[in-house]
């Protein structure tokens, strides 16, 4: 299988106070990088006979793969949830971030510190919507590997070096809070709702077993 590089969603001259210079290289450098490593390792494990080669290469190819993956993925979600002004959340937005989190302003304050929390420790602060639960968390992802299982995130910030040297230096705080100046919350809500529609993972029924008592037991 061979990915394809997506289009850059965000338009970068249209944004606040992050230069276009920075939003392109960080598309053609390390998404497209990421892309490339995906494509190789891709190559690479599909070349192999599983049968012979040794369980720690292959371990270590999966892993490689898994992180190259969620790069890619995660990169499209960061382009895809800026473009905005950042203040305007829409209501079904307000609302969902309100129930989860207690108010929009509590939920700011909680993801900003979470990002601020990464700063030395690169990864991703992700907005994350859980079937299971039917409800929003939020989320550091390091080493691109950390994501929730079944987790579906709508907003993503990176916060690896790369993303804001180029423009702040080793300023981290003032280029999370020009992220949060350029959110397109329409796009989130839009994702949001797309989430929603996905139900908690299907339970285990087997009609066999109903008359072999279950644990814990069910009255
Ligand atoms: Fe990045």
């Known amino acids: ?54 369980a720690h290469v292959l371990g270590r190819l999966k892993r490689e793969e898994s992180a190259a993956l969620n790069s890619t993925l995660l990169h499209e979600l960061y382009f895809a949830s800026l473009g905005g002004d950042g203040r305007a959340v829409p209501e079904g937005m307000a609302a969902a971030l309100a129930r989860d989190f207690g108010s929009v302003a509590r939920w700011r304050q909680e993801f900003i510190a979470l990002a601020s929390a990464l700063t030395d420790d690169s990864g991703w602060a992700l ?37 804001y040297h180029l423009d702040f230096c080793a300023n981290a705080t003032a280029y999370i809070a020009s992220f949060m100046r350029n959110i397109e919350w329409n796009a989130v809500q839009g994702r949001y709702e797309d989430a929603v529609k996905v139900g908690p993972p299907r339970q285990l029924v087997q009609e066999q077993f109903t008359d072999v008592p279950a644990y814990p037991s069910r009255k």
């Open 127 to 163: 907005l994350t919507y859980v079937p299971r639960d039917g409800r929003l968390i939020n989320q550091s992802a390091t080493d691109h590997r950390q994501s929730i299982a079944g987790g579906i995130p709508i907003l993503a910030l990176d916060m690896y070096e790369h993303a």
């Open 1 to 54: 299988m061979k990915y394809q590089i997506a289009p850059l969603f965000c338009r970068p001259w249209t944004l606040n106070g992050i230069s276009a210079r920075l939003i392109e290289s960080h598309y053609e450098n390390n998404y497209g990088g990421a892309l490339h490593r995906l494509n190789a390792l891709t190559e690479e494990l599909e070349a192999l006979d599983p049968s012979t080669t040794p």
